[in-house]
């Protein structure tokens, strides 16, 4: 079975400061992984995602991510964080192919980030 | 070019009464979700449909049926509502035989009294 865990919550950063979301996951096999965002009444919009080659990926509105397979993450991060950016922030994973579970996403919890003037 | 579209936004039942929420998409996608979305819980997936004529059981299928209308269409069926189905519902659709994103539509927000 896939799972995915957002140790976090809640994150609180300052306008400026750089922010860091945090998900860790577990899956038989290579993952591709995912970033969605969701804003209040509103359903999810993708961010970024990790399929192959470079473990550092970049997405929409400024945001990245660092795969990191010995550690099973795939943190989200922002050097210079937006009040706009403040949301209910969503990883997902999925298996690259085969098995039952083949195309389906696991989501964690999600994190709500806040984001101070 | 719409996306995903669910109706209705929103839907008000009572215990035991019945309801289909309907999807639409217009990416010509082959797969399409139904997720239930519940405070501190993240999207479960109720049910799946690999391509067009396939439906298959996700992680909280009891009480719902599903049905692939067409490539486009893919609804979510609630027989006889239970105030343990109030909650957030979202459809969404991908193209499986690639890495790409699932698309996902606004929502409707069901609740049962």
């Known amino acids: 079975a896939q799972s995915v865990a957002q140790p976090e919550d809640q994150v609180n950063v300052a306008e400026g400061n750089p922010l860091t979301v945090k998900c860790t996951y577990s899956?038989?096999?290579?993952?591709?992984l995912f970033w969605y965002v969701q804003y209040p009444n509103r359903g999810l919009q993708f961010l970024l995602k990790y399929i192959t080659g470079d473990n550092l990926v970049k997405g929409s509105y400024g945001f990245e991510a660092e795969f990191n397979k010995s550690q099973t993450s795939f943190h989200l991060k922002k050097p210079s964080a937006l009040v706009s950016d403040s949301a209910l922030y969503f990883c997902?994973?999925?298996?690259?192919?085969?098995?039952?579970?083949?195309?389906?996403?696991?989501f964690g919890q999600g994190t709500i980030l806040t984001v101070h003037p | 070019n719409a996306g995903v579209t669910q109706t209705p936004k929103f839907q008000v039942l009572k215990t035991g009464q019945s309801m289909t929420l309907q999807c639409a998409q217009d990416m010509n996608h082959n797969s399409m979700y139904w997720y239930r979305q519940d405070p501190g819980m993240g999207l479960r997936l109720i049910y799946y449909?690999?391509?067009?004529?396939?439906?298959d059981k996700g992680e909280v299928p009891n009480g719902y049926n599903v049905s692939r209308l067409n490539k486009r269409e893919f609804s979510l069926r609630l027989e006889s509502a239970a105030p343990s189905q109030t909650s957030v519902y979202f459809c969404a659709s991908a193209q499986i035989s690639s890495y790409n994103e699932q698309f996902f539509g606004p929502g409707t927000r069901l609740t049962v009294l």
């Open positions: 449909s690999a391509s067009e004529g396939t439906t």
């Open positions: 899956v038989s096999g290579n993952p591709y």
């Open positions: 997902a994973v999925r298996k690259k192919a085969g098995g039952t579970s083949y195309g389906k996403l696991t």
